[in-house]
């Protein structure tokens, strides 16, 4: 059995959902992946809110498929959509496919998937290999049950991937834990 650094950070969650304080901690327990000069490519980036995280002089580059959602909304319907779910308005620097990504081949330090099943997305880990840097790193970011369901570990590195190391979050909500594991990879 391969052997990496295993972290794990409990947390007492401020609210029921995931808040962007999942990500600032998640930046906080793993800064070498941040650090001044790098470029920092979120696959699958929703809102966008771990940018507010980064340390200045890091490049970072959001991309999704969906662009900013109140786009395809009529306007009273962006309206409420804004008032009950501001938390959760896309904010992409570029609009597109993970399994077709428009930026030049190892352009990207750390390449980020937090709760995208990149795996499931075709063409998404070829792009994630053609987009890292020599040495860069590859996270992985999902729900223990989902990772152990779906033997990610395996997959990864039937992908090609090296697992080095392992971050885990506990969010403590009263009477359940919610577990989230990040898999820190380097290319084979």
């Known amino acids: 059995m391969a052997k990496y650094k295993r972290t794990v950070s409990l947390i007492d969650p401020p609210e029921k959902y995931r ?7 998640f930046v906080k327990h793993c800064p070498h992946l941040f ?3 790098t470029t920092v490519l979120d696959v699958g980036c ?3 809110d771990i940018k507010g995280f980064l340390s200045e002089g890091v ?6 498929h969906i662009g900013d959602i109140r786009d395809h909304l009529s306007e009273k319907m962006a309206e409420i959509f804004i008032e009950q779910f501001p938390e959760i308005i896309n904010n992409p620097d570029i609009v597109c496919d993970a399994g077709s990504v428009p930026l030049e081949d190892g352009c990207a330090d750390t390449i980020m ?4 099943d990149v795996l499931g997305v075709p063409g998404a880990i070829s792009e994630i290999k053609r987009l890292l840097k020599d040495g860069g790193r590859f996270v992985f970011q999902g729900s223990s049950e989902y990772f152990c369901d779906n033997n990610i570990r395996t997959r990864l590195r039937d992908s090609g991937f090296h697992i080095e190391e392992e971050f885990r979050q506990v969010l403590k909500y009263p009477g ?3 577990r989230l594991v990040y898999y820190i990879c380097t290319l084979n």
């Open 176 to 178: 359940d834990n919610h």
């Open 46 to 48: 929703g809102s966008a």
């Open 35 to 37: 650090q001044g000069g």
């Open 19 to 25: 808040g962007p304080w999942v990500k600032e901690d």
């Open 59 to 64: 490049t970072y580059i959001g991309i999704d």
């Open 113 to 116: 998937a937090l709760g995208l």
